[in-house]
């Protein structure tokens, strides 16, 4: 059963992503771009579109040329948004870095890419430079006055003297997020013009409540495919505000959703969880914020209702994965057609179908199974890996997800785990993130991951690691769990932890918890 979301089809321009973007620059003029949300240093749109075509002849003046790849390895910052478009005009391809990876795993990075420039900030320079050195990389810039890098300013150059690059955006890599994709280790999804074109399109037709008065919250990492396109790409192309935070922490976090007058913010689970439950909220005044929007993980019922009901905002989900540019899904802006537990329907131009995982047989309403998705945003597949690529795109252009998920009869899409997270209890399968819902509704918690730990009789059974936010016992989280699922997927076993480790994304790390079981360290 092929499922197509509410909305017309739409019509994509086949056109390079930058001039599609700040095409409207000009209008917008010195109205403010970017924020940098720590200082208040702002860019405008007139000198935003000036500093792009700046750092794009200053690339091409120093041999940089159309598929060359810049690495990018930086926390948000407004110069994020230059250097990507300046690499973007003249066809190169940006390589985003998490600013978190370890030199052995930038050069791995580095190295794949065939990253010609590094471009970085004076935190991360000794790391930058490390890494570079063994990835054999041309030049190391830094923004921001530091020793043993060229300045970034030395790229700015005449604008005028920014070449007409011939673009074809169907072909043409733009940029190389890393994704793990269903399995495996990262690698580079090659995401052309076209897609990311398409998918600010899809976004713009399906959240078209956008307006250009709005402030969002640039706190979603700008290397993570989410922050990329929906805060730093649709939010310039539709001509709002973005308010850049370098990292995330909870006070100054709250204190720039206030000083800025915030109108939208593109969060992850995490943080809205943090909204719905901290006592620092209470000291702040958040009442401009209008939308919240959750993805790059799953958000339980609970929590998006809780967070609604103490703001006074819309929380909504949507869906998407790095592989499809990335956004596939979302809730619409009205408040009577939101489904807080699903994701949305798909977005204009997209196919969606639940399948049998193993047969590829499609399923029904309600019926659980991989979802498969085709449309314009899905990639054109991953860097230097065409087996890789062939396992996750069928001849007829469906993407496999690995995600599991249904489809109600409203067209709505409800995810519920990974395929390779599911727990086996005596073959019957348990999704970690049905339970982790249920322990998020506890008052007691704060926050929870579930994970399989071995069991020489069931195979696998349910361990849930907690963070209390009052006093509770592990049995009585154990029987709060029982009296609401059920008596197969009961949590058997129970512990109490200081943090749940999570990437940038919000995504659980459930890896590291399983290695720990496994290493008998729990």
């Known amino acids: 059963m092929i499922v197509r979301g509410p909305y017309p089809e739409i019509a994509i321009p086949e056109v390079p992503l930058t001039p599609f973007v700040l095409e409207r620059a000009e209008r917008w ?3 403010a771009a970017l924020i940098d949300g720590p200082t208040g240093r702002s860019v405008s749109y007139r000198a935003l579109a000036e500093s792009v075509r700046r750092v794009a002849a200053g690339l091409w003046r120093r041999g940089f040329r159309k598929g060359d790849v810049l690495a990018l390895y930086s926390p948000n910052l407004p110069e994020y948004a230059v250097a990507f478009h300046a690499v973007s005009l003249i066809g190169g391809i940006t390589a985003t870095v998490n600013p978190l990876s370890t030199v052995e795993e930038l050069t ?40 043993g890098a060229t300045p970034w300013t030395e790229l700015f150059d005449d604008a005028d003297r920014v070449p007409e690059v011939a673009i074809s955006p169907r072909e043409d890599v733009v940029v190389l997020p890393s994704s793990s994709g269903t399995t495996g280790l990262p690698k580079g999804v090659m995401l052309t013009h076209y897609n990311l074109v398409a998918n600010i399109c899809q976004v713009d037709a399906a959240l078209h409540r956008v307006r250009e008065e709005d402030v969002v919250i640039g706190v979603l990492p700008f290397f993570h495919s989410y922050g990329l396109l929906v805060v730093m790409n649709v939010m310039l192309y539709k001509g709002t505000t973005v308010v850049t935070m370098p990292r995330f922490e909870l006070e100054p976090f709250l204190h720039i959703l206030q000083a800025y007058g915030v109108t939208r ?69 009205d408040p ?39 449309g314009p945003q899905v990639m054109k597949g991953y860097w230097k890996r065409p087996e890789e690529t062939a396992r996750t795109i069928t001849p007829d252009g469906w993407l496999r997800t690995g995600d599991v998920g249904y489809v109600d009869e409203d067209g709505y899409f409800y995810i519920v785990d990974r395929i390779k997270e599911l727990i086996k209890y005596k073959g019957l399968q348990i999704a970690p993130a049905e339970l982790e819902a249920v322990l998020l509704s506890h008052p007691a918690v704060a926050d929870a991951a579930v994970i399989p730990s071995p069991d020489e009789e069931a195979g696998e059974v349910p361990k849930a690691f907690i963070v209390r936010k009052a006093d509770v016992s592990a049995e009585a989280v154990m029987a709060y769990v029982a009296e609401r699922v059920a008596p197969y997927k009961k949590i058997r076993r129970v512990e109490f932890v200081d943090q749940i480790p999570r990437s940038a994304s919000g995504k659980i790390l459930r890896r590291v918890l399983i290695e720990r079981e496994r290493g008998g360290a729990a």
């Open 108 to 147: 791995r990075q580095l190295r794949d890419a065939e990253a010609k420039y590094l471009l970085t900030v004076p935190s991360l320079l000794e790391k930058a430079l490390e890494a570079a050195r063994a990835a054999g990389v041309r030049d190391v810039f830094a923004i921001g006055a530091a020793t």
């Open 336 to 374: 009577a057609r939101i489904k807080l537990a699903s994701v949305g329907p798909p977005l204009p131009n997209t196919e969606c179908q639940i399948v049998d995982p193993e047969t590829g047989t499609p399923r029904g309403v309600n019926e659980l199974g991989e979802l498969w998705i085709r």
């Open 29 to 31: 003029g010195e109205k």
């Open 265 to 333: 913010a593109y969060l992850v689970p995490p943080i809205i969880l943090a909204l719905a439950k901290h006592p620092l909220v209470d000291r702040y005044d958040l009442s401009k914020l209008r939308v919240i929007m959750s993805g790059a993980a799953p958000l339980s019922e609970a929590v998006a209702r809780a967070c609604a009901e103490r703001l006074g905002c819309l929380v909504l989900q949507g869906y998407g994965l790095t592989e499809t540019s990335p956004v596939t899904h979302a809730n619409p802006e």
